[in-house]
């Protein structure tokens, strides 16, 4: 089944504490982007990739890392998390750059205290 | 720039009644239109997209959308609504490898 893999679904973390929300794809797309989803503010692009080592920020990069060293992974890094990074978390994919529409993980749902 | 507007963050609606879902976009080059619908819980899933040609986009679960280029507009409908259509749902355009998504609007289906 085509799909997009996101781990862990959901995460409770300490401010400052390091770590790594994965995503996989499956389906050999060349562009993975990573959003972030707040109420009213729909969701805001935070970096994507246009194919292996080639990565760029988005709308909203402070405080966020990835990187693309495989085709299929597209991890998003949080080094030092805040409580303003509390949110829900979608990977999604495409074939190229989103025209033909994007496939979605299920989401991560992060919490830092 | 790009940017998008949905003029509803909710829209409440009796089952089986039409339904109308607003969209506006402003951007200064040819774009492509989306709607992406969120069911609780889960993530985003493709329901229609316009790319050229035709102006009137059929979707997935009876849904249709209209792009009217004057207008900048991409409103989304369907003729009767059932209960499963309760969800977020969001416009989305993309151009030259930037999309940008609007606030979402929230459907709420009363029997």
């Known amino acids: 089944e085509a799909q997009v893999t996101q781990n862990p679904r959901y995460l409770i973390t300490v401010t400052g504490k390091k770590l790594t929300v994965t995503c996989s794809q499956n389906m050999n797309h060349e562009y993975m982007s990573w959003y972030r989803q707040d109420p009213g503010l729909g969701l805001r692009q935070i970096y994507y990739?246009?194919?292996?080592?080639?990565?760029d920020k988005g709308d909203v990069p402070e405080g966020y890392k990835v990187s693309r060293k495989e085709k299929r992974n597209f991890p998003l890094i949080l080094e030092s998390p805040s409580p303003n990074q509390t949110s829900l978390y979608f990977c999604?994919?495409?074939?190229?750059?989103?025209?033909?529409?994007?496939?979605f993980g299920s989401g991560t749902r992060l919490t830092v205290v | 720039a790009q940017s998008v507007t949905q003029l509803d963050s909710q829209v409440p609606v009796f089952e089986e009644a039409p339904v109308e879902l607003r969209c506006n976009y402003s951007?200064?080059?040819?774009?492509?239109l989306f709607w992406y619908v969120q069911y609780p819980n889960q993530g985003l899933q493709l329901l229609l997209k316009?790319?050229?040609?035709?102006?009137l986009v059929k979707g997935i679960n009876g849904f249709e959308a209209e792009f009217n280029k004057s207008q900048t507009s991409f409103h989304l409908r369907k003729p009767s609504v059932h209960i499963s259509d309760t969800a977020e749902y969001f416009c989305a355009v993309s151009s030259a490898s930037k999309i940008i998504f609007g606030s979402g609007t929230r459907l709420s289906i009363r029997p």
């Open positions: 990739s246009m194919n292996v080592e080639v990565t």
């Open positions: 951007s200064s080059v040819s774009v492509y």
């Open positions: 999604a994919s495409s074939l190229r750059d989103g025209v033909y529409g994007y496939t």
């Open positions: 316009y790319l050229s040609g035709s102006t």
